[in-house]
């Protein structure tokens, strides 16, 4: 662990505070006119994902945790649990459904995604922007059913369901926002 400034903080940096992992989401350097500059920071639990207001002395002395990110490749789920496979060792590793969260609904048998290990702990998954999937199941739009900006519900193969337009048939690809969950466009 590396022990660094708060003045150096970052958006996105981890830290070990007194055993927690917390991630900045962001920070502001406050000087006021009297007294000593301080450091307001908003922080999320890595672990809980609970979020935090937390403020600091302006160089204080804070423990920086190193995140490690792996390429894994995600073959099978095993009841609760997902087993991925590391792209560069082959090696399997089962992964919880606590660190999985959102991700679940966006990864598909043989899709790549990125785990977040904090030593040999799983703390989370980092997924792209957005992904393609294939729409499982929705209702056929009626002909002369055209209204501008009509939306309809549609289940997609990992079981999410995301309101679509209703031109989207079964069958169809889709791209989906993976920080809202939302329809951006066809694949």
């Given at each position: 662990m590396a022990v660094f400034s708060t003045n150096d903080l970052k958006n996105g940096m981890t830290l070990d505070l007194d055993g927690d992992l917390m991630q900045v989401v962001s920070f502001q350097h406050v000087k006021p006119g009297k007294g000593g500059a301080f450091v307001r920071t908003t922080l999320k639990n890595a672990r809980t994902g609970a979020v935090v207001d937390r403020t600091f002395r302006a160089g204080e002395k804070v423990d920086r945790a190193f995140i490690e990110k792996r390429q894994q490749q995600f073959l099978y789920r095993d009841g609760p649990d997902y087993v991925v496979m590391d792209n560069e060792t082959f090696e399997q590793t089962t992964v919880s459904e606590a660190a999985m969260a959102d991700a679940a609904n966006f990864i598909v048998e043989n899709s790549v995604v990125?785990?977040?290990?904090?030593?040999?702990?799983?703390?989370?998954?980092?997924?792209?922007?957005?992904v393609e999937l294939a729409i499982a199941e929705t209702e056929p739009g009626l002909q002369g059913d055209r209204v501008s900006g009509a939306r309809k519900p549609?289940?997609?193969?990992?079981?999410?369901?995301?309101?679509?337009?209703?031109?989207?048939?079964?069958?169809?690809?889709?791209?989906v926002d993976t920080r809202s969950g939302e329809y951006l466009t066809r694949a």
């Amino acid at each position: 662990m590396a022990v660094f400034s708060t003045n150096d903080l970052k958006n996105g940096m981890t830290l070990d505070l007194d055993g927690d992992l917390m991630q900045v989401v962001s920070f502001q350097h406050v000087k006021p006119g009297k007294g000593g500059a301080f450091v307001r920071t908003t922080l999320k639990n890595a672990r809980t994902g609970a979020v935090v207001d937390r403020t600091f002395r302006a160089g204080e002395k804070v423990d920086r945790a190193f995140i490690e990110k792996r390429q894994q490749q995600f073959l099978y789920r095993d009841g609760p649990d997902y087993v991925v496979m590391d792209n560069e060792t082959f090696e399997q590793t089962t992964v919880s459904e606590a660190a999985m969260a959102d991700a679940a609904n966006f990864i598909v048998e043989n899709s790549v995604v990125t785990i977040l290990t904090y030593g040999d702990e799983i703390i989370g998954t980092d997924l792209p922007a957005s992904v393609e999937l294939a729409i499982a199941e929705t209702e056929p739009g009626l002909q002369g059913d055209r209204v501008s900006g009509a939306r309809k519900p549609a289940t997609l193969e990992t079981g999410l369901v995301v309101q679509v337009p209703l031109f989207v048939e079964p069958g169809s690809r889709i791209k989906v926002d993976t920080r809202s969950g939302e329809y951006l466009t066809r694949a």
